[in-house]
């Protein structure tokens, strides 16, 4: 029997009377950490059964700073290691750690450990924001600490109890059942024990476990996902699951799911990084959004996961989109959109913000979540201050079973495919083309809107293959990013449906080549911005044949005259713009609505080949995670 883990940055591999060698169970501990790295972060390590004969008896730590291969190397130095020794039954776990409490260093890396004999040791995601009180009483008890993080006093507390057990018959789950209740703050943990040999216990807090399919789609497809306040527990081969918190006659029934997914889709291929895989992915994946949901003989639009709400919501007062980073830039570029067809205020907010502001939420009012992994942390948190307020809540997410997906009244799954690279590409089209679906249902009855809503709906006919002729330019782009590298900042300009493209484009540029780029709204320029223009300034504008043509034609005109040399996104056979560039990047035109699609593109591509160009890694920038589960 095999138990594989998976939180956030935690992988954990059981294997119950099924013999495997050392170096079988270091080598799927390693490669589960592998598929997880694009997550980011600064540090490593793994622990197992010791190396003496009984040994279940022992636990062995190995830590490094930087990537899993070092810390992979690292282990196959040691030469007191047997790696063809048979384990007939062995439990191992493994971690990525983002610094948050103590630089990154080996002693501050997990799996952290309760002393010198590593008689219990534990891997965490979250923060523990009573750490501070418990390391004070636990030093107080004579107990010794090691390192800087918030991590340690669990290791330390577990034993503390141990040590101070009321019998010999103690339950793992037990103890870790009373160490959980003297913890504050979000975390989701594994422990490991030479008391419990073969015994694996893992526990989620407030929103901090996210299941994540990547790195156990090689060994199983069959998965259960843990609720809050729930304790599995792996003995002699069986699972046990119950809640800390369990209220009367409730029973911790979790279904088994199976995951559809194939390995391949988890591959580079012939790409240079995931990244760049997923950008040449978009043609395909805003097919398969738009799949069984547009009737393009019929012109009409049905999201099945909103069908049954669908009455409450044309009732409702007002739209308020919430995410964050890429998330929010798509309720950026699609808020006119929504408010032209169904005729509502609609409301974007930064999740952050939105809760600090202590917002006014109503009952009428209908609040959608967007978030690819579906487990963003403020956005998260804001779904459930807007549910206790009353208001109908809509999740607009890229992962089955995630928290937003599960917590939500009802919602819809942008069904973008597997997204590894941390920033975010493919998604961010997806949820674009899903909010522009919604506000297609929404407005079917209005006849005024119809004209617009069949010249729409044929746009989105016709978008996979604009798309992939954006895609073709990308040698021209390449060759722009050249001009590029050296730069220190770039700004990207535009109004209207583009101003969300700028915003986009200019955070994808931070992300991943960690220039300072700003994304400015064309109609601010004169009121600051225009202070920054100089012949030392790269500046990109994006001007299309839309309702603000001539607006950004004066823009421009203000950059020109500055000596500015503006690289601009245009559309085809723009012979006027053409003539007051630097270099162009002409793209197909489409829709007004959907014209921000096509036009992020040559964005992150630009950004990708900036980043390739100073040498840095794409799928795992510095600093940053895929998913952020604090807040």
């Not at 008689?119 to 090691?146: A, P």
């Not at 497809?221 to 306040?229: C, H, P, T």
Request: glycine content about 6%.
């Amino acid at each position: 029997m095999c138990l594989h883990t998976r939180l956030v940055r935690i992988f954990a591999y059981l294997n119950y009377r099924v013999p495997r060698t050392r170096r079988d169970i270091f080598q799927t501990l390693i490669k589960g950490l592998q598929r997880l790295e694009y997550r980011g972060y600064d540090s490593a390590g793994v622990a197992v059964d010791g190396s003496g004969k009984d040994h279940a008896a022992s636990i062995s730590l190995y830590k490094k700073t930087g990537k899993v291969k070092a810390l992979d190397e690292e282990i196959y130095k040691n030469n007191g290691i047997d790696f063809e020794a048979e384990l007939d039954t062995h439990f191992g776990i493994a971690h990525t750690r983002w610094a948050t409490h103590g630089e990154p260093s080996p002693v501050n890396s997990h799996p952290h450990r309760s002393d010198k004999n590593n008689e219990f040791v534990v891997i965490h995601n979250g923060i523990i924001t009573n750490y501070k009180e418990l390391r004070k009483y636990l030093v107080s008890k004579g107990y010794e600490f090691e390192s800087e993080t918030d991590t340690e006093v669990i290791p330390k507390l577990i034993k503390y109890l141990y040590d101070n057990r009321e019998n010999e018959y103690v339950s793992f789950s037990t103890l870790v059942e009373r160490v959980i209740k003297q913890l504050e703050g979000a975390f989701a943990l594994v422990f490991k024990s030479i008391h419990f040999p073969g015994e694996a216990v893992a526990t989620r807090s407030v929103r901090a476990m996210v299941s994540l399919k990547l790195a156990i789609i090689e060994h199983t497809n069959k998965v259960i996902y843990l609720e809050d306040d729930d304790v599995a527990v792996v003995m002699e081969g069986k699972l046990y699951v119950h809640r800390i918190k369990r209220k009367a006659g409730e029973d911790p029934v979790r279904v088994i799911q199976t995951l559809q997914m194939e390995l391949q889709q988890i591959m580079k291929g012939n790409f240079k990084a995931f990244m760049q895989k997923e950008i040449f992915e978009q043609p395909e994946s805003v097919v398969n959004t738009m799949r069984g949901r547009i009737c393009f003989d019929s012109n009409t639009v049905i999201l099945g996961g909103l069908s049954d709400h669908l009455k409450e919501i044309k009732r409702c007062r007002r739209l308020i989109l919430i995410g964050c980073g890429t998330s929010y830039h798509a309720g950026v570029a699609t808020r006119q959109i929504l408010e032209e067809l169904t005729e509502l205020p609609v409301m974007i907010e930064l999740a952050s913000d939105f809760l600090d502001r202590i917002t006014p939420v109503f009952r009428d009012d209908v609040c959608f979540f967007i978030s690819q992994s579906g487990e963003t942390a403020d956005t998260l948190m804001a779904l459930r201050y807007c549910k206790q307020r009353g208001a109908l809540t809509v999740g607009v997410t890229n992962t089955v079973g995630s928290s937003i997906c599960r917590e939500t009244d009802c919602g819809v799954h942008i069904n973008a495919g597997p997204e590894v690279g941390v920033a975010s590409t493919k998604a961010y089209t997806s949820q674009f083309v899903s909010l522009i679906m919604f506000a297609l249902m929404l407005s079917e009855d209005r006849l005024s809107m119809q004209q617009r809503r069949l010249e729409i709906i044929n746009g989105l006919k016709k978008l996979p293959e604009l798309i992939k002729e954006v895609l073709a330019l990308d040698d021209q782009i390449k060759s722009i990013a050249d001009e590029l590298h050296h730069q220190r900042s770039l700004l990207v300009m535009g109004r209207g449906y583009n101003y969300a493209t700028c915003l986009e484009g200019a955070l994808k540029i931070k992300e991943i080549t960690y220039m300072h780029s700003e994304g400015i709204m064309a109609g601010e320029l004169k009121h600051g911005p225009l202070a920054l223009i100089d012949k030392h300034m790269p500046v990109i504008m994006i001007i299309m044949r839309d309702a603000c043509y001539k607006k950004c034609h004066n823009a421009l005109q203000q950059i020109t005259a500055r000596q500015g040399r503006p690289i601009i996104l245009c559309c085809q056979d723009d012979p006027e713009i053409s003539k007051m560039a630097y270099k162009t990047i002409e793209l197909p035109q489409t829709v007004d609505c959907l014209q921000g699609i096509l036009s992020v593109i040559p964005l992150q591509l630009i950004s990708f080949h900036l980043a390739v160009l100073r040498g840095y890694d794409v799928d795992c920038p510095r600093n940053l995670a895929k998913s952020v589960t604090v807040e």
